[in-house]
């Protein structure tokens, strides 16, 4: 016999229900667009040559990707040309939003908690990991959060 007691996992065995985001991180490429290169002389955006480079642009490379369309230089870039080259990217892309990477990650994170089916965490304790090693950002916690919070158990 041993005088030394058994280790014993209290947190396993409180039926607390760990969510890490980083295990349900969305897989896929992430791109940006960027207009920058299609303006005349990096300060506005001519339409029938944003028209042109649209019917001749290989459009199957984003293929599955999620993409964000943006505009890196400080110019007059008007509505109608995010909205043309979303037009082109959305037979193609898995996701589209407007946006730099950091807000491509942001919207493709909200799509996510939107799509999460939280039925399985009804009535449950859950933890939502805070520590990632991937690059999750602030708002999927937030988010995750606020949707949680209607159907879990509370402390």
């Known amino acids: ?46 339409e029938d040559e944003l028209r042109a480079f649209c019917k001749t642009h290989d459009w199957a490379q984003y293929q599955g990707k999620f993409v964000g369309i943006h505009c890196s230089a400080d110019a007059i870039v008007p509505t109608w040309a995010f909205m043309l080259v979303a037009t082109h990217l959305q037979p193609h892309a898995a996701f589209v939003t407007q946006g730099d990477a950091a807000q491509l990650e942001r919207a493709v994170f909200t799509r996510f908690v939107q799509q999460l089916d939280v039925e399985p965490y009804r009535n449950t304790r859950v933890v939502v990991k805070g520590c990632s090693k991937l690059p999750v950002p602030l708002n999927a916690y937030v988010e995750l959060s606020a949707k949680l919070l209607p159907v879990v158990k509370r402390a």
Do not use: C, H
Not at 20 to 27: A, G, H, K, N
């Open 1 to 46: 016999m041993s005088d030394v007691d058994p280790i014993i996992n209290k947190v396993a065995s409180s039926g607390i229900i760990t969510l890490d985001l980083e295990e349900l991180y969305p897989q896929g490429e992430r791109v940006v667009f960027d207009l920058k290169p299609l303006l005349w002389q990096e300060i506005a955006m001519k």
